[in-house]
């Protein structure tokens, strides 16, 4: 393993206000809701709100675990969280190719973990294989499920203000939507 090898926080801004989000990087409503997390930034501003990107992993969504990893090994590599970003609106951009028709048929059935992997790589413009690769990244993919384990996570996506579970926000909602929950005091 290179001693340059780190696994880069999926974290952005530098506010006290605290919006974690638990995704599963190929379900539609997490990507959507992905997808506002700039506009949420820019609004908020980033020496208001700190913004995590957590992991959900969902069985249901076959490759989920195999997505998971290559997302966190891009964060391993040159950019870090940015080239992770990248990766995951890769996915999200594709995600029917990442995906079982009723999460059980269609032509990902198959599908092994290179091909989805070759697929990642495709239309992120990311190479992830050496990096999805590294043993000693399983220590990354097994904090993210320990910790949305710890705080009840159950579905993606889920959203937490400071700690706390915020049924109420969803990702059909506006990100104006998003700012009177996340500043409600």
């Known amino acids: 393993m290179p001693s340059s090898y780190r696994v880069d926080p999926l974290v952005w801004g530098h506010g006290p206000r605290i919006f974690e989000i638990f995704v599963e990087p190929t379900c539609p409503f997490s990507v959507r809701a992905m997808g506002k997390l700039d506009a949420l930034l820019q609004q908020a501003g980033e020496d208001r709100i700190t913004i995590k990107i957590r992991f959900q992993s969902q069985p249901w969504h076959m490759f989920s675990g195999v997505i998971v990893r290559a997302i966190l090994a891009a964060s391993t590599l040159e950019g870090g969280k940015e080239t992770a970003r990248a990766v995951m609106n890769a ?23 290179n091909d989805i992997i070759r697929r990642m790589e495709r239309y992120s413009g990311v190479a992830l294989a050496q990096a999805f690769a ?33 049924p109420a926000i969803s990702s059909g909602d506006t990100v104006e939507d998003w700012m009177a929950r996340i500043f409600a005091d």
């Open 91 to 113: 996915v999200g951009a594709h995600r029917e190719e990442f995906e079982f028709l009723h999460h059980c048929a269609g032509p990902n059935m198959d599908a092994t973990p």
């Open 134 to 166: 590294v043993p000693e990244l399983q220590a990354a993919i097994k904090w993210h499920c320990k910790y949305a384990r710890q705080n009840g996570i159950h579905v993606s996506p889920t959203f937490m203000v400071d700690g706390l579970i915020d």
